[in-house]
């Protein structure tokens, strides 16, 4: 239950013409200024009839500093990885069901077990998409949300 971009906001196709920048399905480096990480925002459905609950996920893309990407890159197959500090990033995905833009909404980028995608834990402010992070959503939304993705309604 989620939906994913591909590429982070700022990504241009042009940029896979150049050596200094590069976009796997996990990690983007833009003019080797520019460091990003695929990441979910989990999102507990409230009314799930499934034991233990549903969790919605956005597949979202969060900048890190230079350093904290680096460090995320030296322990991408490292087992045990998941004990390492959340980097501090900026959401670089554009959601359109949310108003006001979460670009540049503040996250914490939380690691997992290798083979996991990390953990974007958003800021708690009073963002919608935050909003929906901290209390969970309904089946109803979901709805929502695949309608609009699917149609644009």
């Given at each position: 239950?989620?939906y994913?971009t591909?590429?982070p906001?700022?990504w241009d196709p042009r940029?896979a013409?150049r050596?200094d920048s590069?976009?796997?399905?996990d ?7 520019h460091?990003f990480?695929?990441?979910?925002i989990e999102?507990?459905?409230r009314d799930s009839a499934?034991?233990?609950?549903e969790?919605?996920?956005?597949g979202v ?7 904290n990407?680096?460090?995320s890159?030296e322990l991408?197959e ?5 004990a390492e ?7 670089n995905?554009s959601?359109?069901?949310y108003?006001p ?6 996250t ?6 290798v083979?996991r ?12 998409l935050?909003?929906?992070?901290r ?5 109803a939304?979901?709805r929502?949300?695949?309608e609009?993705?699917?149609h644009?309604t």
């Amino acid at each position: 239950m989620g939906y994913s971009t591909e590429a982070p906001d700022v990504w241009d196709p042009r940029y896979a013409e150049r050596e200094d920048s590069v976009l796997s399905a996990d990690q983007c480096v833009i003019k080797g200024e520019h460091f990003f990480v695929k990441g979910l925002i989990e999102i507990p459905v409230r009314d799930s009839a499934v034991p233990g609950g549903e969790v919605f996920e956005w597949g979202v893309w969060v900048s890190l500093s230079a350093q904290n990407f680096r460090r995320s890159d030296e322990l991408w197959e490292t087992p045990g990885r998941e004990a390492e500090p959340p980097y501090f990033g900026w959401l670089n995905t554009s959601l359109p069901l949310y108003s006001p833009s979460t670009l540049n909404l503040r996250t914490n980028v939380h690691t997992r077990e290798v083979g996991r995608r990390p953990y974007v834990e958003l800021e708690p402010t009073d963002h919608p998409l935050a909003v929906e992070q901290r209390e969970g959503i309904t089946l109803a939304r979901v709805r929502e949300i695949a309608e609009t993705m699917l149609h644009g309604t």
